[in-house]
């Protein structure tokens, strides 16, 4: 065997191993951050319940309609998160054509759009379903549940550790 092949071969056993062990450390990332979506989810499904106080009527319409919404709004965060980490990748904006940065300025503007389209689509999903004052108390409890997970998990560096 040659001095390359053998440095070539070498090179990728090395590369292979740590692959290898760092293969489990990326899972567990993944799943720690499942883990936590799935968490702060019930969380907000125990908030809302407690916050709407819904009739057993109420609660079978709203339930349904509110959970193809977030299955919406999950397939459109993903979409975003998905062009956010293109955008990232890229190390320094001059390196982008005048056209290549229109085109990311207005896929922002284009998700924020269809972010707003399924909110209003839901709206009225949920206005022509259920008495407006409920409709009312769930955008309130919506924004009440933001406030309350930003001061748990942000700003009191509360945060979960993984087991």
């Known amino acids: 065997m040659t001095l390359h092949r053998h440095f070539k071969y070498t090179l990728m056993k090395q590369l292979l191993v740590t692959l290898l062990f760092m293969f489990p450390a990326l899972v567990m ?3 720690y951050t499942e883990r936590m979506n799935d968490e702060i989810e019930a969380y907000k499904i125990g908030f809302l319940t407690q916050k709407l106080d819904l009739s057993a009527d109420e ?3 709203f339930w349904p309609i509110y959970n193809n919404w977030q299955k919406e709004q999950t397939a459109l965060r993903k979409e975003r998160m998905q062009k956010m980490i293109n955008y990232r990748k890229i190390a320094e904006i001059e390196e982008l054509s005048d ?4 085109n990311l300025i207005e896929n922002s503007f284009s ?10 689509k839901y709206y009225y ?3 022509s379903s259920l008495p ?3 409709v009312g108390k769930f955008y309130r ?3 009440a549940f933001k406030k309350e997970i930003l001061v748990k998990y942000r700003f009191n ?3 979960p550790q993984p087991n």
Do not use: F, P, S, V
């Open 111 to 120: 998700i924020k759009q269809r972010e707003l389209n399924l909110e209003r």
């Open 157 to 159: 560096n509360a945060r």
């Open 125 to 127: 999903r949920l206005k």
């Open 59 to 61: 609660a079978k319409i």
């Open 29 to 31: 990332a993944q799943k």
């Open 132 to 134: 407006i004052k409920i």
């Open 99 to 102: 056209t290549e940065i229109q």
């Open 141 to 143: 409890a919506q924004e």
